[in-house]
């Protein structure tokens, strides 16, 4: 288990920071882009959980604690033979993903329109996870034109935006009160 004794350690004053290898990289670095935006969408998700409640929550938590594997994954560069074998998001983690998305969207209505980020509070803040989300994808899929990255880890982010958009409906009385983008409404 980590034991956080001191906040601040300075190290990161001339604008490098540590990896979970030990290296030190500039903070504006791929790697650390890539899990520092997986951090953001983890914290998007606190916000979601302030109006969530039951099994909805308690997915959200498990997602929570997974995205920090997730970003642990990312903060440590794969190599081969490791001192110390590092923490990967595994297939199952992504499988997790899949069933929710399977089970929740069989009870929505089909959709006739894209779909707006809105409606009820937990829906508009899943939504906002969501972008996060794909934005923490663009930025592995960028790391990983440079670097060799867990694949499942691309594959897990890539279902997470899937969940909560599936999530947002569900928020929004199962599509109900989901907000539709009507083409050309405004001209």
């Not at 990967?88 to 006739?112: K, M, P, S, W």
């Not at 997470?160 to 989901?178: C, I, K, P, T």
Request: glycine share 8%; proline share 5%; hydrophobic share 40%.
């Amino acid at each position: 288990m980590v034991k956080l004794t001191r906040i601040y350690t300075r190290t990161g004053d001339k604008g490098d920071t540590g990896l979970g290898d030990g290296t030190r990289v500039a903070k504006h670095d791929l790697r650390v882009e890539a899990f520092g935006t997986v951090d953001e969408t983890n914290a998007t998700l606190g916000l979601a959980q302030l109006h969530a409640e039951g099994e909805l929550a308690e997915v959200l938590s498990r997602v929570q604690n997974d995205l920090f594997d997730v970003g642990a994954d990312l903060c440590t560069p794969e190599q081969e033979n490791p001192p110390y074998p590092p923490l990967r998001v595994t297939a199952g983690q992504v499988e997790y993903l899949e069933a929710r998305i399977d089970a929740y969207n069989a009870e929505l209505a089909t959709l006739r329109s894209f779909i707006l980020p809105g409606g009820t509070p937990l829906a508009a803040h899943l939504h906002l996870a969501r972008t996060v989300t794909r934005r923490a994808e663009r930025a592995v899929t960028a790391l990983m034109t440079e670097q060799p990255v867990n694949p499942e880890v691309l594959r897990y982010l890539n279902r997470l935006s899937d969940l909560l958009f599936v999530l947002a409906r569900r928020a929004n009385g199962n599509g109900e009160r989901d907000v539709l983008w009507v083409p050309g409404a405004n001209r």
